[in-house]
C-alpha cells in the first residue's frame, strides 16, 4: 500500500508539472480543450443549430450566452488523477493501457455531458450553473474516476489466474 501511494503521488505530481508547461498547454491542453467545445456543438447540432463554436468558446447565436471551457474543466486533471492510480497499481503494461484508454474515454464523455448541461444551465439560470460547475460536476467527475478505478480493479482481480495451494 505504502509502494502505490509513494509511486501515485509520484506520478501525480510529474503529470500535473508536466501539463502545466506552457508548451504542453499550447500544443497539447489548448487544442484538446478546443475539440472538447467542437465535439459538444457537433453534439448539439441536431437538436439546436443556434450553438457555435469558437476555439474553447461555445456560444448560443440566438442569446449571445457563451461558456468557455477552461483549464480545469476540460477533464484533464481527472483524467490524470486516474492515469496515476493505474500506473501506480501493480498490472500489465497492457492492462494499463487498456485501463487508461478505456478510463480517459468514460472521464472525457461524462465531461462533455457536464458541458452540455453547464451550457444550458448557464442560460436557464446562473446561480443553478454556479452550483453545478463549481459544487456538483466537479464531484461527480471525480466519482466517475473513483468508480473508472474501482472496476479497473475489479476487472484485475477476475483477469488474475488463481493460485494453486498446496
Known amino acids: 500500500m505504502l509502494r502505490f501511494l509513494i509511486l501515485f503521488v509520484g506520478i501525480l505530481l510529474g503529470l500535473f508539472s508536466v501539463e502545466m508547461l506552457n508548451p504542453v498547454q499550447n500544443a497539447v491542453i489548448q487544442p484538446f480543450t478546443g475539440l472538447l467545445a467542437s465535439i459538444s456543438t457537433a453534439l448539439i447540432m441536431p437538436f439546436d443549430d443556434s450553438v457555435i463554436a469558437q476555439g474553447r468558446i461555445l456560444r448560443d ?3 449571445g450566452f457563451a461558456v468557455s471551457i477552461e483549464s480545469g474543466c476540460n477533464g484533464v486533471e481527472a483524467a490524470i488523477v486516474l492515469v496515476a492510480g493505474v500506473a501506480a497499481f501493480p498490472a500489465t503494461l497492457r492492462q494499463k493501457c487498456t485501463a487508461i484508454l478505456t478510463g480517459f474515454f468514460f472521464v472525457q464523455a461524462l465531461n462533455i455531458v457536464r458541458i452540455i448541461s453547464l451550457f444550458y444551465l448557464g442560460q436557464w439560470n446562473y446561480t443553478v450553473f454556479e452550483w453545478f460547475h463549481l459544487y456538483l460536476w466537479p464531484v461527480l467527475i ?7 478505478f474501482a472496476i479497473y480493479l475489479q476487472w484485475l482481480g477476475k483477469s488474475a489466474s488463481p493460485v494453486e495451494v498446496s
Not at 471525480?142 to 473508472?148: A, G, Q
Request: glycine letters at 0%.
Open 61 to 63: 447565436a440566438a442569446s
Open 142 to 148: 471525480m466519482l466517475d474516476v473513483l468508480v473508472v
